[in-house]
Structure formats: C-alpha cells, structure tokens
C-alpha cells in the first residue's frame, strides 16, 4: 500500500505561482507513473498532468500545458507540481495520484490517491 500527502495549496492571485508537493509512503513510487488531477467546486475530477516512472515522459491537460510542470524526485518519493500564471478556473482541490500503468493513470483509473490540497487562484 501507498500512502499519498499532498502540500502547498493555498491562496494566491492571478498570475501568481504555487508550488505542490505530494509525498508517499509505505512503499517507494520509483517505479510508479505518478499524477494530478483537480476538481472545481460542481465539476468531475479531471486530468492535470502525469509524468512516467523515470519521468522521462510527462502529458498535460490543455488548459494547463506552458504553464504547468510535472516533476519528481525518486530518492525522496516526492512528486510535484509547478504552476506558474495561475488563474481563477486552475482554482480547486488538487489531487495526488499514483499506479503502475501509465496509460490507466492518466484516465484516472488507480488505487492510490491522496486527500488533496486546496488551491484558490482569486481575480
């Protein structure tokens, strides 16, 4: 089992930036493909980015490619994400997730996910 913790949410204004961090334990993600997802307030849960287990490959929503960056650093089991020119529609809860099919996670289809972290991007 893996444990997932997301960090960094907050309050920010438009055009500002946050950085997220999701932290796992229980088990390394070295050989997981690891993602987020977000969910507006009277949305679905939707895609963010997901990035491959050496991080080799990474894919993002449209809405967020150029200003969003998927990163990881196995040795600390720690994901990220870097958001930069945020807006008020990035504004939801953010999801850490995690599981060793690529393609699955991206669709959102994994076991492991975290409790999310709050990000308020106001105008």
């Known amino acids: 089992q893996v444990q997932l913790v997301e960090s960094g949410g907050g309050l920010v204004q438009a055009g500002g930036s946050l950085r997220l961090s999701c932290a796992a334990s229980?088990?390394?993600?070295?050989?997981?493909?690891m993602g987020w997802f977000r969910q507006a307030p009277g949305k679905v849960r939707e895609f963010v980015a997901v990035i491959s287990w050496s991080g080799d490959n990474t894919y993002y929503a449209d809405s967020v490619k150029g200003r969003f960056t998927i990163s990881r650093d196995n040795a600390k089991n720690t994901v990220y994400l870097q958001m930069n020119s945020l807006q008020p529609e990035d504004t939801g809860v953010y999801y850490c997730a995690g599981g060793p099919k690529l393609g699955r996670l991206r669709v959102g289809v994994t076991s492991y996910w975290g409790q999310g972290t709050q990000v308020t991007v106001s105008s």
């Open positions: 229980g088990r390394t993600i070295s050989t997981y493909a």
